[in-house]
């Protein structure tokens, strides 16, 4: 799972100007809801960016799911976004 996470940092460390990016594993929270998987992740992402920040909240969020677009078929059930300065 860390090796994994890891490279959704790296994908996104070398498309946008980051200054951090944490990633939290929800997966757990949601056992028991109507479409979960054990093979998909509800993940959250906190974010530090004065870039991402610098625009809409839509945009900014645009641009990350393109970037996750192929994971978001194959191993993200659900995808939190938190963008900081």
């Not at 509800?42 to 393109?66: D, E, F, P, T």
């Amino acid at each position: 799972m860390k090796i994994y996470f890891d490279e959704i940092k790296t994908k996104l460390y070398n498309k946008i100007d980051l200054e951090e990016i944490e990633i939290v594993d929800n997966s757990h929270k949601h056992k028991g809801h109507k479409f979960f998987s054990p093979e998909k992740f509800h993940l959250k992402l906190k974010i530090k960016s004065l870039y991402l920040a610098s625009l809409s909240r839509v945009n900014a969020q645009k641009i990350i799911m393109k970037i996750l677009s192929d994971d978001l078929k194959t191993k993200i059930h659900a995808l939190e976004i938190n963008i900081e300065k």
